[in-house]
């Protein structure tokens, strides 16, 4: 150490005096004898004092968790008045905009970075995934660094949980990556109209906890939400105009979530059918069945595809969801004598041993056809799905399994052995249903974190692990069968853990290190 004149933190020259430089890092880990500077800077002092230590840090406490971090010793970061964010790439631009904004930093584009700022670089062979990144805090700087715009983006979600509630972002390295590849929530908006600055604020939410699909379930047979061109006729009163629409999917591809629509059919068609009662499907008796089309009729099929092709080129995204769930001539014990033309039409198309679930099937063959040259990856609900015919479902369908409880139901195994990929949806731990209608209970996310994986597709019994690629995520989703029951503050609300609970599971494979408590008071403290 040595004698003679130093300048001080504060500036002044102390001419032979022994001085040291303590740094006391707002929010560090210092011991209670550090007093705290009054101005946030760094402090000094005139007598001789022991070098600063700082303890070996902690992984940062998120929702949803890291997946690695590398310890260090140091002050970490949080976000000072001086404090920027710079990026390496201008397509990086967007995200980091977004950070300086929520962080109270400046955003100082393509720049070197320096003390206390924020950095965001796209570093090829980065992560191992287009949705991993690496977050290094170190020399009171933040590098987060990742192969695509998406892992950077998880990055600063991570710096911003890491620093709210007035805390810091801990000393080291984090390296993270998801679990699982789809992350959804899905909202029935054709049974409850939600205001379009609803739908964002949930967004928003989705961003920061790392989701990455929004579905749309925008028709069925109470209501038909969204503006069209093609068959103005059939829309609700009460819906998203287009330009909404476009405001939805910006603000969502801002915070790297898909919005994958659903126009379900040839059941769930309601609304359609009342404007146009001639594809109403009846039975053998004259007697209508709600809410389906009658197949076997090509105008049927010719007005659900101007649907098709308008909203496929209203909504960008690379998902969409098909529907074919609850047709309800295929809940019945003999199909083929309760609708007469509709077994008729599929020994026509089939031949002599074609059965109604033939035709089915390839009614969402056919609908799956329109939405391909979209280049869209698509899915469609389990009950969609039939053994046994002479018609199978293409082989590139997603299944989205939700229940076990249809007519000839399928335990999700079945697919999977067949080499289907599945989407986890299911009704006992995911369903959020207004009125809570049949046998359905509002979901808790203590149940859901305590109990649920994605391995567990149908009711509380998992599958094999071996079939674990090939469950590609999962979708909470809420239903709207009693609108009236909850307010969209109620809807809001209760979802709020349910959501975070379902991520943590879909994020981090492992069993959760907090107990039930403590995870809720981490959401307490994240936001």
């Known amino acids: 150490m040595k004698r003679g004149p130093v300048v001080a933190a504060g500036g002044a020259v102390v001419a032979g005096a022994v001085v040291l430089a303590v740094v006391v890092w707002p929010g ?7 007093p705290p500077p009054s101005d946030g800077k760094s402090a000094s002092s005139p007598s001789p004092s022991p ?36 990026v390496r790439d201008e397509d990086l631009a967007d995200e980091g905009r977004l950070l300086a904004g929520e962080l109270k930093l400046t955003y100082a584009g393509e720049d070197d970075p320096r003390q206390g700022d924020v950095e965001l670089a796209l570093t090829s ?19 987060i660094a990742a192969p695509a ?19 810091t972002a801990p000393e080291g390295v984090v390296r993270d990556r998801p679990a699982k590849a789809q992350r959804g929530f899905m909202l029935d908006i054709a049974r409850k109209h939600f205001d379009v600055g609803w739908i964002e604020d949930r967004i928003r939410e989705l961003g920061d906890l790392k989701f990455n699909q929004l579905g749309l379930h925008f028709s069925d047979d109470q209501a038909f ?13 009460d819906h998203l105009t287009k330009a909404q629409v476009r405001r939805i999917l910006k603000l969502a591809e801002s915070r790297h979530i898909t919005v994958v629509p659903e126009i379900d059919s040839p059941g769930h068609l309601g609304a359609v059918i009342r404007q146009h009662p001639a594809l109403q ?10 809410g389906a089309v009658d197949i076997s009729k090509p105008a049927a099929a010719e007005i659900v595809d101007d649907l098709l092709e308008e909203y496929g080129e209203l909504f960008p995204g690379a998902s969409w969801h098909l529907g074919a769930d609850e047709y309800r001539a295929l809940t019945v014990k003999d199909p083929e004598a309760s609708y007469p033309q509709l077994a008729a039409a599929a020994r026509e198309r089939y031949g ?93 996310g203590q149940r859901i974190y305590e109990n649920w994986t994605p391995l567990i597709l149908r009711g509380t019994r998992p599958v094999s692990k071996e079939y674990d690629d ?36 879909l994020w981090d494979p492992r069993e959760p290190g907090l107990s039930w408590a403590g995870f809720v008071k981490l959401a307490d403290e994240t936001g």
């Open 28 to 34: 560090g880990d210092g011991g209670p004898g550090d």
């Open 51 to 86: 070098a600063r230590s700082y303890a070996l840090s902690k992984a940062p406490a998120t929702i949803p968790s890291v997946r690695e971090h590398t310890a260090a010793r140091g002050p970490g970061w949080r976000p000072a008045e001086n404090g920027r964010v710079v």
């Open 125 to 143: 062979g980065e992560g191992a995934g287009p949705e991993s990144y690496t977050l290094t805090v170190k020399n009171r700087r933040v590098r």
């Open 149 to 167: 715009e998406a892992g950077v983006f998880y990055g600063t979600r991570t710096l911003k949980q890491e620093v709210g509630g007035d805390r």
């Open 225 to 237: 939400r969204i503006e069209s061109d093609s068959h103005p006729e059939i829309v609700s009163t």
């Open 281 to 290: 499907l009846r039975d053998a008796r004259g007697i209508a069945t709600r």
């Open 352 to 444: 002599p041993d074609g059965r109604v679930q033939d035709l089915a099937t390839g009614w969402l063959n056919d609908r799956a056809d329109v939405m391909r040259s979209y280049d869209k990856k698509l899915k469609a609900w389990n009950d969609g799905f039939f053994r046994g015919g002479i018609a199978e479902a293409a082989d590139d369908l997603e299944v989205a399994y939700w229940t076990g409880k249809e007519y000839g139901a399928r335990e999700p195994v079945e697919y999977l052995r067949a080499g289907r990929k599945l989407v986890n949806y299911n009704d006992e731990y995911l369903y959020y249903v207004l009125g809570q209608p049949n046998t359905f209970r509002y979901p808790t």
């Open 470 to 505: 090939q469950i590609l995520g999962g979708t909470f989703a809420v239903w709207c069968d009693l609108a009236g029951s909850q307010t969209q503050e109620q809807v809001a609300q209760g979802i709020r853990m349910p959501l975070r609970a379902t991520v943590q599971k």
